[in-house]
């Protein structure tokens, strides 16, 4: 096959293996610390958790760590990006620690949150310090597979870490001591994250600096003129700000869904009361998932050669919107989860898309910022998503309004890419 020739290829790229493992070592945590923070706010038998109270969790854990987006974009376009790499994964190995720590002393929830924030905060920098420097280590015309390969391989390392936490939470006793265990995992792997970084050369990742890089105050106080300039950017890379656009738009309906299946998990398809079942079904939806992720990893460079990107984006959309009403129209178990394993396809198929759009179209120098603004888009959607889940969703998960409606997302999405499509290449056929 093609897809597995250029992996091959891609393999052979010391450096390119390099960043990828630190990629596979930082999701892998990711997927522990997620688990583990899952286990404790919406699994434990104590805590009668409603879509409100997951709509709350995830805005006070990703909105305000949105904020942070357009912060680390233009550091990450000062500051040398291994640097970065190692430095952040170790502060996170130190806030995981503190955070298993007031897991056992049951604080209230609010200084809960605050902690594991901090986590994930600290997260903004790695993941899109990964997505800037991944040119650097990949030749132009490699983009595509190197955009299959990474962030699939990462996401395939976040659910392998998920499963690990599950397992570790399963041989201990029910309560905080396990969940803050499972912290603590997490707090370990995020530490040999950093230490792969030391493998990449210092200078190796970028960004192409023209003399010395300005301090940090000065860094700071210089976010909103990059910010603009940012934005200015991308406003001259329609193809880029298009499939942002759509790609959004599609997070928005994965994050809706994603709540739906953690509700039905928790109160439909398992005791209340037995957090090991739902914490099980919840991985097993991750899981397959996560599997769609691998597949459209293996299919997407083939089909942006085919369709290109744009209509691969399109087709994933569409797709969406034909299967989501088919499998979702009954709540029960197993079609939802093949839903689970379609929609992770989908969803992948067009990020895949997206990212090779954005990557060769913005210039090195103004990559870190707008991916930081794709990154708070994507955020901001999933927030969104959960509080319109909030108001829509019954407390079992069931609400064929809320499938409705996502469907005419995906629909429109599918719509609106392939007329912008048409127009673009009506132009171009001008002469």
């Known amino acids: 096959m093609a897809v597995v020739r ?28 997620q688990v583990a923070l899952a286990a404790y706010v ?61 897991i056992l002393l049951h604080v209230p929830d609010w200084l809960f949150y605050l902690s594991a924030l901090s986590v994930t905060g600290v997260n903004r920098f790695v993941l899109a310090g990964l997505s800037a420097a991944l040119p650097r280590v990949v030749a132009g015309d490699q983009l595509v597979t190197a955009n299959s390969l990474s962030p699939t391989a990462g996401t395939l390392a976040a659910t392998a870490g998920g499963g690990a936490a599950f397992v570790v939470h399963l041989f201990l006793s029910t309560g905080a001591a396990a969940d803050a265990a499972t912290v603590l995992l997490g707090a370990v792997l995020y530490g040999c994250a950093g230490l792969s970084a030391l493998t990449l050369g210092r200078d190796l990742l970028g960004p192409d600096l023209r003399g010395a890089g300005p301090r940090f105050a000065s860094a700071l106080a210089s976010t909103a003129r990059g910010l ?32 739906t299946v953690l509700m039905l998990c928790r109160y439909a398809w398992s005791s209340p009361t037995d957090d090991d079942r739902g914490l099980a079904l919840l991985g097993l939806a ?64 067009a990020k895949i898309a997206t990212d090779t759009i954005v990557q060769s179209t913005v210039d090195d120098g103004f990559r870190g910022r707008v991916f930081s603004l794709y990154d708070v888009a994507f955020n901001v959607a999933f927030v969104g998503a959960a509080a319109v889940s909030a108001l829509v969703l019954p407390a079992d998960g069931r609400s064929a309004t809320l499938i409705a409606g996502l469907t005419l997302i995906y629909a429109a999405v599918a719509v609106a890419v392939l007329r912008v499509g048409h127009r673009t290449r009506a132009a171009e056929a001008r002469p």
């Open 286 to 349: 991750v899981g397959l998932s996560a599997a769609g992720f691998f597949v459209a990893a293996l299919v997407t460079p083939w089909a942006g050669a085919r369709f290109g990107p744009s209509g691969w984006i399109a087709g994933c959309a569409a797709g969406s919107a034909v299967l989501l009403p088919l499998l979702a129209v009954g709540f029960d178990m197993t079609p939802l989860m093949l839903a689970a394993f379609a929609l992770g396809f989908t969803m992948q198929g």
């Open 42 to 102: 919406v699994f434990s038998p104590e805590k009668q958790t409603s879509p409100g109270a997951v709509a709350s969790a995830m805005a006070v854990l990703l909105l305000p760590y949105s904020l942070l987006g357009p912060f680390s974009g233009v550091l990450l376009d000062r500051w040398r990006r291994r640097q970065v790499l190692l430095y952040c994964n170790a502060l996170r190995a130190v806030l995981s620690c503190a955070t298993a720590a007031l």
């Open 228 to 259: 603009g300039e940012g934005l200015n950017h991308l406003r001259e890379r329609p193809a880029a700000r298009q499939a942002m656009a759509a790609v959004t738009a599609m997070r928005f309906c994965y994050g809706a869904l994603t709540v």
């Open 6 to 33: 250029d992996l091959r290829v891609l393999l052979r790229l010391p450096d390119f293996r390099r960043l990828l493992a630190v990629r596979l070592l930082s999701q892998l945590s990711d997927g522990v610390f």
